[in-house]
């Protein structure tokens, strides 16, 4: 279906979501409920932003997955720079991890306290950093899903070929589909299909959801972030359903390319080995991770400076790990708009504009 007057058409939404009502209609008439996954920080706060939820069918639930990677970023990830910078090396970072809770204090904390805490845009301006700082040791916190692994890729590239050699990465890269593994591997939590991230599926390709829609029989739909793009994607898994199949539906064609973004992945792949990675929430999870290649070891912090990411601990009372796995609703965290808010965060789902619990604050998000 094409929609020539853009992606906010109202006459366009009112047909789709007659479509849905329709599909929900015959799934109650079978018996059956649906839970859907959005497995996108970015869908989670457009979803919350236009009121996606109201317009469902009775019978359809649908559940914020792991998909902010800052709040999946364990507590001790967080302890690791602050030890960092404890230790004299200035800390390059994106802005949103600053405010994001360790076991004991934030990065902003830490700067607060005189720790040397850079924000920078890009891995590029990190290694910038460094070139204008030759008498510091310069430590990005690379942090992110597969989108962002291209650019780490190339900051490093531009460090090495650059012979940058007070510069390196602390790691905390995470791929997306060991996670949804273990998420389907949980007895607790039901999921019947997954609404697949647009920015990832962008570099991973649709290829990538086989493996849940052929071999788990969870159906797979990639949409885009706009209201009709979102309304469209749920109406294509509620189809799916009904007709009792499961496949990879592309739905976000204009975006996303069979294969992906394979250059980004060689980039990726020259200097990064997957690993285990700890996942908030979700524990360790084997091969959901990357880490600096050894022959790259000198750009290592954690080989370079001796220093170990460990398990945090968590905050008491925060229920952010079960947020992430869509266990539960923000709004049944004891915690949520009363000692954790936007302005005061406890948890990093309060922290990220693309954490559940901050996008059910601004918007009010039902459940």
Not at 173 to 196: G, N, S, T
Not at 212 to 229: K, Q, S, T
Not at 315 to 342: E, H, M, N, W
């Amino acid at each position: 279906m094409k929609y020539l007057d853009g992606f906010r058409n109202p006459g366009a939404a009112a047909a789709i979501r007659a479509a849905m009502a329709a599909a929900g209609r015959t799934l109650a008439a079978a018996g059956r409920r649906a839970v859907v996954m959005e497995v996108c920080g970015t869908h989670t706060m457009a979803i919350a932003r236009y009121g996606i939820r109201d317009a469902l069918p009775a019978g359809v639930e649908l559940i914020s997955g792991p998909g902010c990677p800052v709040c999946v970023t364990d507590g001790g990830y967080i302890d690791a720079a602050v030890e960092l910078a404890g230790k004299g090396a200035v800390i390059a970072t994106f802005g949103d991890l600053l405010p994001v809770p360790g076991s004991a204090a934030t990065l902003a904390e830490c700067r607060s306290r005189g720790g040397a805490v850079e924000v920078c845009y890009s891995p590029a301006d990190a290694v910038r950093l460094a070139q204008e700082r030759p008498d510091r040791e310069v430590v990005f916190l690379a942090v992110g899903f597969e989108p962002t692994l291209a650019a780490v890729a190339g900051g490093l590239e531009l460090a090495v070929r650059g012979g940058v050699a007070n510069f390196s990465l602390l790691t905390a890269l995470k791929l997306v589909p060991p996670a949804l593994h273990a998420l389907l591997a949980d007895p607790e939590i039901r999921v019947d299909a997954f609404l697949c991230p647009a920015h990832v599926s962008a570099v991973i390709g649709p290829e990538a959801y086989l493996p849940f829609a052929e071999g788990r029989g969870v159906p797979c739909v990639i949409a885009g972030f706009e209201p009709l793009d979102i309304l469209l994607g749920l109406q294509g898994i509620l189809d799916q359903l009904n007709r009792r199949e499961a496949r990879v539906d592309n739905q976000y064609s204009r975006v996303v390319k069979p294969g992906g973004n394979a250059r980004a992945r060689r980039l990726a792949e020259r200097y990064f080995l997957p690993a285990a990675a700890r996942w908030r929430g979700l524990g360790l999870i084997a091969a959901s991770g990357l880490r600096v290649r050894p022959e790259y070891a000198a750009y290592d912090a954690e080989a370079r400076h001796g220093v170990a990411v460990q398990p945090g601990r968590d905050q008491p009372g925060c229920l952010c790990g079960d947020v992430i796995k869509g266990k539960t609703r923000p709004t049944a965290c004891p915690l949520f708009g009363r000692s954790c808010t936007p302005d005061r965060p406890v948890g990093p789902c309060m922290v990220s504009t693309e954490g559940t619990c901050a996008a059910c604050f601004k918007y009010q998000a039902s459940g």
